[in-house]
């Protein structure tokens, strides 16, 4: 039974989606006091600026053929046992290891909600020969239950983070541009399609779909991003790619930069929910999300929840959205209603965090 709930407090107020479930297991990404500004038009295929330099997204076999620790393969815990009727289960979990050979971090891409957890514990006590560097891959787990019912796996490649997919791409200068003769859009906001793009183990390109289209523009950014190439990171993934027309907004275009709202220092946890009742407040179009029914069908009688940072165009259109406290399975098409949403016109790019609270009967 779907049900939309908002919730109010003294002095803050927090929007929130009720219809689905949460892992007991999940754990959620430390949240930042506060969000940084979208990626700059035209830098997609830039690595993300932080302190200290990522790890690069290395295929799977090059890390495991340095692993020394034996006997440690991670197993379900006896309640994920007992609470799938399925006879087979999967998940997909990056681990960064640091260069001593020890892991740094393990993290869900596709979980097991229940499990996820005991398999995290499992996999950081993994040690690995001393590596040149340290590197992050993709470990594919698959578990068999005593039992023959149906499957619980999930089809298709996992969605990633754009950033993932920017640290291997290794094509330069094939940007989509405005066909020769097309006049660019009068002010300061771009055009912004956004389109599917996946990878094969090797790195090639499957042919990309369309999330939100640009119509005639479509086929310019397809043709473009099936050229695109990318180092092999292990497995088959996905991600969004927010292309814009053109590439870079006129230097004169104010508030290039987004900025959160509002503006004010606050505690973080009050400052955080305002600014997502703000956002709302000035949404004027597009559906609540759904769970798909078969992490619903996974996770009856719990609560699922999530955050997302969004970020809003001039023009009210969404120009991005980044998982924070990721739905693992359930992000895609969280997004995919949610870069529908459209907004009152502002005079600056705006970023806020959208939370999100799913129930499921």
Same mark, same amino acid.
């Not at 499990?115 to 040690?127: V, Y």
């Not at 990171?233 to 959160?260: D, H, M, N």
């Given at each position: ?157 996992? $969605?990633?983070?754009? !950033?993932?997919? &920017?640290?291997?791409? %290794? #094509?330069?200068?094939? *940007?989509?541009?405005?066909? =020769? ?32 289209? $640009?119509?005639?523009? !479509?086929?310019? &950014?397809?043709?473009? %991003? #099936?050229?695109?190439? *990318?180092?092999?990171?292990? =497995? ?39 600014? &997502? ?85």
């Amino acid at each position: 039974m779907k049900r939309v709930m908002q919730c109010y407090f003294p002095l803050f107020l927090c929007a929130a989606v009720a219809i689905g479930a949460r892992s007991a297991a999940a754990s959620p990404r430390a949240e930042a006091d506060r969000l940084p500004p979208p990626k700059a038009p035209g830098v997609a295929g830039a690595a993300q600026v932080s302190g200290s330099p990522q790890p690069r997204m290395v295929p799977a076999g090059i890390v495991l053929k340095s692993k020394v620790s034996t006997d440690d393969d991670p197993h379900l815990p006896e309640l994920a046992i007992k609470m799938y009727t399925c006879g087979s289960l999967a998940g997909t979990y990056k681990i960064c290891v640091q260069p001593s050979g020890q892991v740094d971090t393990a993290e869900p891409v596709v979980g097991i909600p229940g499990a996820d957890a005991q398999i995290i514990d499992q996999l950081k006590l993994w040690r690995f020969s001393a590596l040149p560097k340290a590197a992050c891959f993709l470990q594919q787990l698959e578990f068999q239950l005593p039992r023959p019912e149906q499957s619980c796996l999930f089809t298709g490649p996992p $969605l990633v983070p754009q !950033d993932w997919m &920017a640290d291997a791409k %290794l #094509s330069t200068g094939d *940007y989509p541009q405005l066909p =020769a003769g097309q006049a660019a859009p009068p002010g300061c906001d771009p055009l912004i399609g956004v389109y599917k793009l996946c990878t094969n183990r090797d790195g090639s390109v499957l042919p990309p779909t369309v999330v939100r289209g $640009l119509a005639s523009l !479509d086929q310019v &950014a397809i043709d473009a %991003l #099936s050229r695109w190439r *990318y180092r092999p990171i292990g =497995a088959p993934v996905c991600t969004w790619q927010y292309i814009r027309f053109p590439e870079k907004l006129p230097e004169l275009c104010p508030g290039s930069a987004a900025e959160e709202i509002p503006p004010q220092a606050k505690g973080a946890d009050e400052e955080q929910t305002k600014s &997502a009742f703000i956002a709302r407040q000035q949404r004027i179009s597009g559906d609540d999300p759904h769970l798909p029914d078969v992490i619903k069908a996974l996770n009856r009688g719990r609560v699922l929840t999530g955050a997302y940072k969004i970020c809003t165009a001039h023009n009210g259109t969404v120009s991005s959205i980044d998982p924070i406290r990721s739905l693992l399975r359930a992000d895609e098409a969280v997004m995919q209603t949610m870069v529908l949403w459209r907004y009152k016109p502002a005079p600056r790019q705006i970023c806020y965090k959208q939370f999100l609270e799913f129930h499921i009967e």
